[in-house]
C-alpha cells in the first residue's frame, strides 16, 4: 500500500474476538501527509523517493535517516493525538501477530514506506493506548513528555556506554549532576547529595524493582559485616535475614528477597490505620521473627504512596524503629517520590533523612518515559562494595584513581544507557515549576473526581480509601464481588475507559489514576461519564 502518498491510511485494527478478522476502524491516521486542515506539510517528492527506496548495502545514509526521522516524529505526534480515539486497552487475540508477520526476517532491505505501513496497519491495533490521556486510568502510567522522547532518540544516536567514567565521562557526571538538581526539586536530605561532603550518592536504575535488590543486597553486606566481619562477602545465612514490608507494599520487594535468597515478612495493613503500615504491628512482627524464628532483621520498606491506595506509611516512625534494631530503611517512593516536590506535602515526607535508600521513579510522574529509576543512598559504600566485581579489561588510571564515579559498581549490569539525558532535558524544559505544576494537576484531577463521586445523590458509589495523590479508589455501594468484576470487564469493553482494581482488606476496590501529560480537566469529567453511565446502565 502506497499509504504515504495517499491521504487516508486504512488502519486496519484487528479482533479476533468473534473469532472473525473485523476491519473496524479505516481512519486518516498516522500519514504524514493526512492534512484536512492544510496544515501538514506534503511530503516532497525526493521524500517519497528515499521513503521508497531500499538499501542494497542495508544501510541508511543520513539523507533516508533524516527523511524516515521526520517522518517518525509526525507519526508520533499523529498517533499521540489520534489515539484518543481507539480503542483504550487493545482487542486483539493471543499470537495475533504471529499470524501477520512473516514466518522470517526479510533476506533483502525493505523500504521505510512499507515498514511505517506495518507500524499503522499491525503494531497499533496490538497497542493498549497508555498516551490515551482521555480514556487510560490504569495503573500509574509513565508520563511521556516530548523532551524526554527526543532525549531517548539522542541516547540512541549518541550510542555511549557508561559503565564507568572513562567510558563516557559526560554520561556519567551528567547523571551525578541532573540527579542532585532532582534531589533538591524533591526536597530530598542533603546527605543523599553527590555535591555534600558526606558519603551518599545516587544513581538511575532501570527501575524501581532492580534499586529494590541492588539496596537489599548491599544491607546484607552491611548486616554480615556487622555481624562478622571475616564474612563480610553477603553470603552470610541470608535464608536467616528478615526482610518486613507491609501487605500495601509493592511485590518488588517480595520479589527481590526471592532473588536474594532473604525471608519476607508482610504486615498485614488495616483500615483504621487507613492502609498504612502499623508500627507497633511491625514491632511485634521483627520480635516474633527474631524471638521464634530465629531470623536476623535486615530491612525494613516504607512506602510514600502505595500502589492500591496511594496510602503514606509514617516515615519517622519506621525510621524509628530501623534504628531500634538497626535495620536498613529502603523508602520505596516509586509513585509518590514526585509529589515530595510539593511544599504543601512536606508533612508527608518527614522522616526520609532517616532512611538508607530512597527510590523515586522518573518514569511515572516526573515526565519521563520508562527506564528512569533514581535511586539515592546514605552511604554509597555499602552498595559499591556489594557489586564491585574488579575486570582486568576495565582497569584504567581514572578508577584507579578513585577520584571518579564507575557506575558499574552501582548497579545489576555492566552496560549502561546515557538516560541522564532524559533527566536532563525534561528538567530544564520544564523546570523545578513545571514538574511541580504537572506534579499539582493529577491532585486537581483528583479532586474533581472525588467530588463527582460525592455529588452522586442515588449513591451508586462510595469512595473506598481515603483519596491521596492523583488516586481515587471507588467501589459501587452494596455490589458484590462479582458485580464489580463485571462492572470492571464492561467497563475495559467500552474501549473508553480503561482502569484497574486493587484488593484492600480482601474486597475489590477500583482504583482511578489521573494526570497525564496531555490530560486535561474534560478528560477526567469525560471519564466519569462514562464510569457512571456504565454503572447505571448495569445495575
Ligand atoms: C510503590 C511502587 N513501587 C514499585 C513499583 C514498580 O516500579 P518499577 O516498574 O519501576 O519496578 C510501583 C509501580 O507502580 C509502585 O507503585
Redesign the pocket.
Known amino acids: 500500500m502506497d499509504s504515504l502518498n495517499n491521504n487516508h491510511i486504512k488502519l486496519i485494527a484487528i479482533s479476533f474476538a468473534s473469532g472473525a478478522c473485523i476491519t473496524y476502524l479505516s481512519m486518516k491516521l498516522f500519514s504524514t501527509n493526512n492534512n484536512d486542515d492544510n496544515k501538514k506539510k506534503q511530503l516532497s517528492k525526493s521524500s517519497s523517493i528515499l521513503l521508497n527506496s531500499t538499501s542494497s548495502e542495508n544501510l541508511d545514509t543520513p539523507e533516508t535517516f533524516q527523511t524516515a526521522g521526520t517522518h517518525l516524529l509526525d507519526w508520533i505526534i499523529n498517533y499521540r493525538k489520534e489515539c484518543r480515539d481507539l480503542p483504550v486497552v487493545s482487542t486483539v487475540k493471543h499470537n495475533y501477530l504471529k499470524d501477520i508477520l512473516p514466518k522470517e526476517a526479510p533476506e533483502n532491505s525493505e523500504s521505510w514506506n512499507n515498514i511505517f505501513d506495518d507500524l499503522s496497519t499491525k503494531i497499533v491495533p496490538g497497542l493498549t493506548n497508555w498516551q490515551a490521556s482521555n480514556k487510560f486510568f490504569a ?2 502510567k509513565p508520563h511521556s513528555s516530548y523532551p524526554a522522547v527526543l532525549a531517548e532518540t539522542l541516547c540512541a544516536g549518541l550510542n555511549v556506554m557508561g559503565f564507568d567514567w572513562i567510558a563516557s565521562p559526560a554520561c556519567t557526571e551528567l547523571e551525578v549532576v541532573t540527579l542532585d538538581w532532582l534531589a533538591t526539586i524533591l526536597n530530598l536530605p542533603e546527605k543523599f547529595k553527590a555535591s555534600s561532603p558526606g558519603p551518599g550518592g545516587s544513581v538511575i536504575q ?7 535488590i541492588v539496596v537489599l543486597l548491599a544491607a546484607c553486606l552491611r548486616k554480615a559485616s556487622n555481624i562478622n566481619k571475616s564474612k563480610n562477602d553477603g553470603t552470610c545465612r541470608r535464608d536467616k535475614m528478615a526482610v518486613f514490608a507491609s501487605d500495601q ?2 511485590t ?1 520487594i517480595k520479589k527481590a528477597c526471592r532473588i536474594l535468597g532473604l525471608h519476607y515478612v508482610e504486615v498485614p495493613s488495616k483500615l483504621e490505620n487507613n492502609w498504612a503500615i502499623s508500627t507497633y504491628d511491625m514491632e511485634d512482627a521483627i520480635l516474633k521473627s527474631k524471638n521464634e524464628g530465629g531470623y536476623i532483621p535486615l530491612a525494613i520498606v516504607g ?1 510514600p ?3 492500591s491506595s496511594c496510602a503514606f506509611d509514617n516515615l519517622s516512625e519506621i525510621g524509628k524503629l530501623a534504628k531500634k534494631y538497626n535495620l536498613w530503611f529502603h523508602v ?5 517520590g514526585a509529589y515530595a516536590a510539593l511544599p504543601e506535602m512536606k508533612m508527608k515526607f518527614n522522616g526520609v533523612d532517616l532512611c538508607d535508600s530512597f ?1 523515586v ?1 522518573a ?2 510522574k516526573i515526565l519521563c518515559p ?2 528512569l ?1 533514581a535511586l539515592y543512598v546514605a552511604d554509597r559504600h555499602h552498595i559499591m562494595k556489594a557489586l564491585s566485581v574488579e575486570s582486568e579489561y576495565l582497569k584504567n588510571d581514572a578508577s584507579d584513581s578513585g577520584a571518579v564515579v564507575d557506575y558499574e559498581n552501582w548497579q545489576l549490569p555492566l552496560g549502561r544507557r546515557f538516560r541522564a539525558l532524559k533527566l536532563w532535558f525534561v528538567l530544564r524544559r520544564f523546570g523545578a515549576n513545571g514538574i511541580r505544576k504537572h506534579v499539582r494537576k493529577g491532585i486537581e484531577y483528583r479532586k474533581i473526581l472525588e467530588n463527582l463521586i460525592e455529588q452522586d445523590t442515588n449513591e451508586m458509589f462510595e469512595i473506598a480509601a481515603p483519596p491521596s495523590l492523583s488516586l481515587i479508589c471507588f467501589r459501587l455501594k452494596n455490589r458484590s464481588e462479582a458485580e464489580h468484576k463485571l462492572f470492571l470487564k464492561e467497563l475495559k469493553q467500552t474501549g473508553d475507559c480503561f482502569i484497574i482494581h486493587t484488593k484492600l482488606g480482601g474486597k475489590i476496590v477500583l482504583r482511578i489514576a489521573c494526570g497525564g501529560i496531555e490530560q486535561t480537566e474534560d478528560d477526567v469529567i469525560n471519564a466519569w461519564n462514562v464510569i457512571s453511565k456504565l454503572a447505571y446502565k448495569l445495575f
Not at 206 to 212: D, I, V
Not at 332 to 336: L, M, Q, V
Open positions: 495503573y500509574f532501570g527501575s524501581a524493582g532492580e534499586s529494590a507494599t509493592h518488588i512506602t504512596g502505595t500502589t520505596d517512593a516509586a509513585y509518590g527510590c521513579n518514569h511515572k520508562f527506564d529509576s
